[in-house]
C-alpha cells in the first residue's frame, strides 16, 4: 500500500519534526513518509535537520509576502507540487485562514503545549502557555494533537497526555517536560493514526492517550 504523503511545517528548531523523523527511522510512524519539510522563515534549525535526514524542503517567507493571502497562495502551491495528502504544524508560528484550512479539511494536524480546552487559542504559543499555567497554579498540564480548523486551537481532539506540574518549574523547565514526555511522543502517534485512516476509512481514533 502507498504511503500518504506528508508534509511538515515549521518555524523554528524542529525538535516536533525531529520526534517525527525518528518515528518514520523506527517504524512507528509507517502509514506516512515525510516527504516535504516547508519553513515560514530562513535558516532554521528544523531546516538542518530535515536535510540530514534526506527530506526536501522549502521556504515561503512570511515576512516576503504582501498579505496573508500571498502566503497562502504560495503554501498551497508547495504542498500541491509535491502531492502532499496530510500536513503537520510542528511548531508553526502562523494562523493559517478559514479559506485555506477548508481546502484540507481533516488533513491538518497540529500539537499544541496544553490540555485544550486549557490555555489555548489566540495569543497562546510557546512559553506563553506555561508561563500562564503557572500563574494559573495547575498541577497538571500536557499536551494536545488536534486537527486544525478555522479557529486556532478548536478542532477535534485526536491524542492528549498529560504531564504534572511540579512548584519548583519555571516556564522553561515545564515546557522541556511537556515536549520530552507528551509532544515528542503524540504527535507521531496522531500522525500515524490520521495516515492510516486516509488511506483506510473503516480506522478509527483514541481521543485519550491511554
Not at 484540507?104 to 480546552?117: D, E, F
Not at 517536560?177 to 492510516?196: D, F, H, I, S, T
Request: glycine residues 8%; proline residues 3%; hydrophobic residues 40%.
Amino acid at each position: 500500500m502507498l504511503k500518504v504523503r506528508i508534509a511538515v511545517l515549521v518555524s523554528g528548531g524542529g525538535t516536533n519534526l525531529q520526534a517525527l523523523i525518528d518515528a518514520q527511522q523506527s517504524g512507528i510512524l509507517k502509514s506516512g513518509e515525510i516527504v516535504l519539510v516547508l519553513s515560514s522563515k530562513e535558516g532554521v534549525r528544523a531546516l538542518e535537520r530535515a536535510a540530514a535526514a534526506g527530506i526536501d524542503s522549502a521556504v515561503v517567507s512570511r515576512k516576503s509576502c504582501a498579505s496573508q493571502a500571498e502566503f497562502e497562495t504560495r503554501l498551497q502551491a508547495e504542498l500541491e507540487s509535491s502531492g502532499i495528502e496530510l500536513v503537520v504544524l510542528a511548531g508553526f508560528m502562523s494562523i493559517l485562514s478559514a479559506e485555506f484550512v477548508s481546502k484540507w479539511q481533516k488533513r491538518i494536524i497540529n500539537v499544541h503545549p496544553s490540555l485544550i480546552p486549557s490555555f489555548c487559542g489566540e495569543g497562546y504559543y510557546g512559553l506563553r502557555v506555561h508561563e500562564a499555567a503557572l500563574k494559573k497554579g495547575v498541577k497538571v498540564s500536557g499536551a494536545t494533537v488536534h486537527f486544525v480548523n478555522e479557529i486556532p486551537d478548536g478542532g477535534e481532539i485526536i491524542l492528549q497526555r498529560a504531564v504534572p506540574v511540579y512548584k519548583k518549574d519555571s516556564p522553561e523547565s515545564l515546557q522541556r517536560r511537556v515536549m520530552e514526555r507528551a509532544e515528542w511522543k503524540l504527535l507521531p502517534r496522531a500522525a500515524e493514526l490520521v495516515a492510516k485512516k486516509i488511506r483506510s476509512e473503516g480506522d478509527s481514533y483514541g481521543k485519550h492517550d491511554q
